[in-house]
T-cell receptor, first 114, second 114 residues
Framework: NAGVTQTPKFQVLKTGQSMTLQCAQDMNHEYMSWYRQDPGMGLRLIHYSVGAGITDQGEVPNGYNVSRSTTEDFPLRLLSAAPSQTSVYFC?????????????FGPGTRLTVL | AQKVTQAQTEISVVEKEDVTLDCVYETRDTTYYLFWYKQPPSGELVFLIRRNSFDEQNEISGRYSWNFQKSTSSFNFTITASQVVDSAVYFCALSEVAGNQFYFGTGTSLTVIP
């Protein structure tokens, strides 16, 4: 059981570039989510999904897209990177609903946008 | 409005001292869930505890204890006889039955000085 995996671990982008942060889980969890962590801000929800084919916006969705074609994978796309998107990104998963179950977090991706 | 408030940004204690981390939450739901997570310097997020709104019993796990008080909307976390390995950022989180989102506080950075 690998749990929640994220790739890459580190990434440097130039302003305007696009990229996809990968997230996968092997626990058959229905609920998956993406957070960004910034100093003094805690973790803020970007997007989440309650199952394959279903996604919804969280607190800070602008500039990010997601899709959920399979239960296992939940990639996060940055369409046109901006310095304000410099952050540490965490993917998480949990059993259905997410609201009453602990979330399992991936190791994070540290993204720098120049 | 902030749904989860962790007013203590940073705390330093000397090893073996007791320390309490405060968490105040805000919700209109009668059914909700509260969580604590630990983020050690290595960066991963570790689940510590989940509590539902109908269970106000305090919980103890080794040196860790949690005090849930609905009357004051607080879910405080106490570490007894702190150790250097307790040095980490601790996050309190809330999820509401009505939604599918987690709300994290901004975290409390605890440093235990040997």
């Amino acid at each position: 059981n690998a749990g929640v995996t994220q790739t890459p671990k580190f990434q440097v982008l130039k302003t305007g570039q696009s990229m996809t942060l990968q997230c996968a889980q092997d626990m058959n969890h229905e609920y998956m989510s993406w957070y960004r962590q910034d100093p003094g801000m805690g973790l803020r929800l970007i997007h989440y999904s309650v199952g394959a084919g279903i996604t919804d916006q969280g607190e800070v969705p602008n500039g990010y897209n997601v899709s959920r074609s399979t239960t296992e994978d939940f990639p996060l796309r940055l369409l046109s990177a901006a310095p304000s998107q410099t952050s540490v990104y965490f993917c998480a998963s949990s059993y259905f609903g997410g609201r009453n179950n602990e979330q399992f977090f991936g190791p994070g991706t540290r993204l720098t946008v120049l | 409005a902030q749904k989860v408030t962790q007013a203590q940004t940073e705390i330093s204690v000397v090893e073996k001292e007791d320390v309490t981390l405060d968490c105040v939450y805000e919700t209109r739901d009668t059914t909700y869930y509260l969580f604590w997570y630990k983020q050690p310097p290595s960066g991963e997020l570790v689940f510590l505890i989940r509590r539902n709104s109908f269970d106000e019993q305090n919980e103890i796990s080794g040196r860790y204890s949690w005090n849930f008080q609905k009357s004051t909307s607080s879910f405080n976390f106490t570490i007894t006889a702190s150790q250097v390995v307790d040095s980490a950022v601790y996050f309190c989180a809330l999820s509401e039955v009505a939604g599918n989102q987690f709300y994290f506080g901004t975290g409390t950075s605890l440093t235990v000085i040997p």
